[in-house]
Structure formats: structure tokens, C-alpha cells
């Protein structure tokens, strides 16, 4: 490392911890590239450039100038912070990121691909359980649970899932609409939020402009949020009252959506549990159970 690196980040201090508290100072697309490291250490610490670019959506030259604006020489120096921090992590036990170190508990070291994409979507799950509390899982139910309305944000890929929640919630006889473009009828949706609804935006990645729109109108009209999102440092949670993050590791040209089916599940099971008896005629109804 060199001596400008050095003196711009404290060696005691981790390089997630330096991206952190540094994270305002960055525009726009190195806030991408300092989201992924921080949320996806052990791929982005054996990455190369041109790939850690592709994974955080934006260009391998704002991955270079990123790594000096940490005050690195280039992103070498940047890659090999991070490889310290990994092997620190993973010598205390308490790796940050549940990619390929730990998809072994599940397959031999020398695994195929398809068995490396199917260990790393079981230490996303462990992963997204470990980081999340009670108290996170308990607010974000009860919010579902006694909101008079519900609005689901989410946009591309995350439209699926924001589908997948409203049908959930809809044989619990929970009333839900999505938001999935910025279409008449979606932003009529949006326009009708007041106090008693809760918005719940889904997120991968960069937020989509959509999602923030929606949250700081939740904010203005008062509104409950629930942002679930795979970026701990993400635009959308800084507007939410409520946040869960889950882990979206892969090896894959795609990011991993486990975590998060498994966590929509989750969050429909919760509120089922608050009143089975309440519930209990309805899902059979549906011949579910």
C-alpha cells in the first residue's frame, strides 16, 4: 500500500469502515462501487476492475478513480485493503459476506459452478438471518399487520417480488397495491399515500429514482416506510423508518434473489402467525395447508 493510502485511511481502521464513513464525500456511481464492497467484501476483494464495474453497474475508470479518491494509487492497492480485511474477517470467524468462503459447509472444496451458485445462495440465507434482529422482524409484521393500506414499490426485477408480496398478503386478507413504473395508474397509487398507509420499497442495487420519489412523499404525507433492500448503505433506507437488508452474493452474471423470496415469505408468515386462528379458515379456503 502506499504511503497516500497510508495517511488518507488509519491502518487499525477497516476498509469498510473508511468507505463508510466516507460514503457522503462520493458522487453518484462511486457510491455504487463503495456499496458493493462493503456489502459483497469476499467477491469484490478477488475481483479485478473491469468485473467489480460490471457487478456495481457502472464503468471500470470510476472504479480506479474511486479507489483514489480513497487515496489509494490505483485499484490494486484498493483490492488489497480489501483482501486484508476478508482474511481478517475469516480468521476471527466472522467473515462479512457469506459468498463462496462458505459455500463448502454445503459441497467439497472442488465444486462445480452450479454447486458454488447453490452454496452461495445458502450462506446468503444464513447471512441474511445473522444480520437481522428480532426487533427488526417484529416491527417490520406489525407495520404489515395493522397497516389500513399498503403499497408495494418496485421496479424491474424487484416488480416480481412486490407482486409475490401482494398475493401473499392478499390471502391473509391484507389489502396491498404495487408500484412498478411511472405509468398514470402507478403514480395515482402514489398520490392517494397519507398516514395510514405503509410503503414498502423493494431494492437492489441503486435504487431506481422511482423508489426515492416514492419514500420522501411517504415522509412528506406522513407515512410508514419499510425499505428492504441488499446495500446497507442504500439511498433508500436513509428515507425509511424501517430497514431490512438481505444479502444478494452470487458468482453468477446476476445478482442472488434467495435471500430476498425467502424474506418476503418471512414477513408473510409473521403476520399470519400474529392470528392463526384469525387466518386459519381463509388458507383453507385457498386449499393451501
Do not use: W
Not at 462493503?38 to 474511486?66: C, G, I
Not at 492497492?77 to 468462503?101: F, P
Not at 397495491?177 to 437492489?204: C, H, K, M, N, P
Not at 446497507?232 to 425509511?240: D, F, I, K, Q, Y
Request: aromatic share 6%.
Amino acid at each position: 500500500m502506499t504511503r497516500t493510502a497510508t495517511r488518507a485511511r488509519p491502518s487499525p481502521k477497516s476498509l469498510s469502515s473508511f468507505i463508510t464513513e466516507r460514503f457522503d464525500e462520493f458522487s453518484r456511481s462511486q457510491k455504487d462501487v463503495a456499496r458493493y464492497i462493503v456489502d459483497h467484501l469476499d467477491e469484490a476483494a478477488f475481483l479485478t476492475a473491469e468485473e467489480l464495474a460490471r457487478r456495481a453497474s457502472t464503468s471500470s475508470s470510476t472504479v480506479v478513480r474511486f479507489s483514489q479518491a480513497l487515496g489509494f494509487e490505483g485499484y490494486p492497492e484498493l483490492q488489497q485493503a480489501a483482501i486484508e480485511e476478508y482474511r481478517n474477517s475469516a480468521e476471527n470467524g466472522n467473515g462479512s459476506s457469506g459468498g463462496s468462503s462458505q459455500a463448502g459447509s454445503l459441497f467439497d472444496f472442488d465444486h462445480s459452478e452450479f454447486e458454488a451458485s447453490l452454496g452461495t445462495d445458502h450462506a446468503n440465507l444464513e447471512e441474511t438471518a445473522h444480520n437481522l434482529t428480532r426487533e427488526q422482524i417484529e416491527s417490520a409484521v406489525a407495520a404489515l399487520a395493522t397497516a389500513q393500506r399498503v403499497v408495494i414499490v418496485g421496479v424491474d426485477q424487484m416488480a416480481f417480488f412486490a407482486s409475490y408480496l401482494r398475493h401473499m398478503l392478499s390471502l391473509l386478507d391484507v389489502r396491498a397495491e404495487i408500484v412498478a413504473s411511472t405509468g398514470g395508474e402507478s403514480l395515482q397509487r402514489l398520490g392517494r399515500i397519507d398516514e395510514d398507509t405503509l410503503v414498502i420499497a423493494l431494492s437492489a442495487g441503486r435504487a431506481h429514482p422511482l423508489l426515492q420519489r416514492a419514500m420522501k412523499l411517504a415522509l412528506h404525507r406522513r407515512a410508514r416506510t419499510l425499505a428492504i433492500s441488499d446495500a446497507t448503505l442504500s439511498e433508500v433506507g436513509e428515507h425509511a423508518e424501517l430497514t431490512l437488508y438481505y444479502s444478494s452474493n452470487s458468482p453468477s452474471f446476476a445478482r442472488s434473489n434467495t435471500a430476498l423470496m425467502a424474506l418476503v415469505q418471512a414477513l408473510a408468515h409473521g403476520v399470519y402467525a400474529r392470528d392463526e386462528a384469525a387466518h386459519r379458515d381463509r388458507i383453507r379456503a385457498y386449499k393451501l395447508k
